[in-house]
């Protein structure tokens, strides 16, 4: 024989081998039904805690976004609210002044209430 021949012969025998052995370890095993059914039942726990998770995930994203649309309302509000009172406090002051003025061109106090 050939040394090319020799190592195919070979080669087929360590294929047939893995292959007898292979098929001997699987025969050889029976299904064991409560294992299964445990691993299955893990499993579908394991895809729920997943799926809470995901979900929690989910709604916490919404309530940051409601809560970032909420401080950035406020903010708005909070500007506007500074705005009108400064813009009060210049009306005051220039009432406050105005009265002040009409005082000293009366000669004296001037009411406002009637």
């Known amino acids: 024989m050939n040394k090319l021949h020799v190592n195919q012969v070979r080669l087929t025998l360590g ?3 893995v292959i007898a052995a292979l098929s001997a370890g699987c025969a ?4 064991d039904q ?3 059914r445990q691993h299955a039942a893990s499993v579908e726990d394991i895809s729920r805690q997943w799926k809470q998770g995901n979900d929690l995930v989910t709604s916490g994203e919404k ?3 409601k809560g970032s649309q909420l401080v950035t309302d406020g903010q708005k509000q909070m500007a506007e609210g500074d705005s009108l009172i400064s813009r009060g ?3 005051m002051s220039e009432s406050e002044n ?6 000293k061109t009366v000669g004296g106090p001037v ?3 009637k």
């Open 63 to 65: 309530v940051k976004a």
């Open 98 to 103: 105005a009265f002040r003025d009409a005082s």
């Open 28 to 31: 050889s095993t029976t299904p």
């Open 89 to 91: 406090k210049t009306l």
């Open 34 to 36: 409560p294992k299964a």
């Open 111 to 113: 009411s406002l209430a």
């Open 15 to 17: 294929i047939v081998s």
